[in-house]
C-alpha cells in the first residue's frame, strides 16, 4: 500500500466554487509540504505544516494539518481559472529524510 | 529574481546517446537536487548534493550521473538513454536539507 496518498486522483469544478483535496499518510508526519505544479512545470511552493492542528492561507488558498499529524487537507475558497493545475503533497518522515511526494490531485476549473 | 534555472526546457535525444540537462540558481542555496518526473507521477528523487557532497539515492541507475562544479550549477548526466528514462527532469534547491526546496521549471526530455 501506497505511504502516501491523495484524494481525488482529479477534479473539475465550477469557477466560483469551494473545494477540499486531501493527503493521508500511513504514518506520522514530521512536516507537509503543498507544492502546486501547471501542466509541463516545475513545482510552486505554497504552504510547510509542521504543528498537530497548524493552519496556514495564503490568499484563498488554507491548509490544515490534523492534530494526530497523519492527513492534510488543502481548501480553496471561490475557485479561479488560475488555481487549475496538479496540486502535489510532500511528506517528511523525520528531520533527517527526504520529501515522498503523493501522485497528486489534477485540479481544472469549469468558467 | 533570485531563481532557479533549467536548460534547456525540452531535449530530445536518441537511444544510447548522452545527454546532460542543466541546472543553476541565483538563491546561493547549498543543496541542489534532482527528481525525475513520469507521467501522472509523484516526483522521484534521483539524488542530492549538500555543497559538495554527493548523496545518491539508493534505487538511481548508474546511468545517471551528476556533477556539481560549483554553487550555483549542477549537471544530470544520462550515460545511455532508454526509452524508459523519458521523464520530465526537475532541479530543485533549499538552503539547508531540512528547509523548503523551490522548483525549476524542468526539462522534458524525449528519447526516440
Known amino acids: 500500500s501506497q505511504e502516501l496518498e491523495q484524494s481525488p486522483q482529479s477534479l473539475i469544478v465550477q469557477e466560483g466554487k469551494n473545494l477540499t483535496i486531501n493527503c493521508t499518510s500511513s504514518k506520522t508526519l514530521y512536516g507537509l509540504y503543498w507544492y502546486k505544479q501547471k501542466y509541463g512545470e516545475g513545482l510552486i511552493f505554497l504552504m510547510m505544516?509542521?504543528?498537530?492542528?497548524e493552519e496556514k492561507s495564503h490568499e484563498k488558498i488554507t491548509a490544515k494539518l490534523d492534530e494526530k499529524k497523519q492527513q492534510s487537507s488543502l481548501h480553496i475558497t471561490a475557485s479561479q481559472p488560475s488555481h487549475a493545475g496538479i496540486y502535489l503533497c510532500g511528506a517528511l518522515y523525520s528531520s533527517a529524510s527526504k520529501i515522498i511526494f503523493g501522485s497528486g490531485t489534477r485540479l481544472s476549473i469549469r468558467p | 529574481d533570485a531563481m532557479v534555472i533549467q536548460n534547456p526546457r525540452y531535449q530530445v535525444t536518441q537511444f544510447g546517446k548522452p545527454v546532460t540537462l542543466s541546472c543553476s540558481q541565483t538563491?546561493?542555496?547549498?543543496?541542489m537536487y534532482w527528481y525525475q518526473q513520469k507521467s501522472s507521477q509523484a516526483p522521484k528523487l534521483l539524488f542530492h548534493?549538500?555543497?559538495?557532497?554527493?548523496?545518491n539515492e539508493a534505487d538511481t541507475p548508474d546511468n545517471f550521473q551528476s556533477r556539481r562544479p560549483n554553487t550555483s550549477f549542477c549537471f544530470l548526466d544520462i550515460r545511455s538513454p532508454g526509452l524508459g528514462d523519458a521523464a520530465m527532469y526537475l532541479c530543485?534547491?533549499?538552503?539547508?536539507?531540512?528547509?523548503?526546496?523551490?522548483f525549476g521549471p524542468g526539462t522534458r526530455l524525449l528519447v526516440l
Open positions: 548534493y549538500y555543497d559538495k557532497d554527493f548523496n
Open positions: 530543485a534547491t533549499s538552503r539547508g536539507q531540512q528547509e523548503t526546496q523551490y
Open positions: 538563491l546561493n542555496h547549498n543543496v
Open positions: 505544516l509542521q504543528k498537530g492542528g
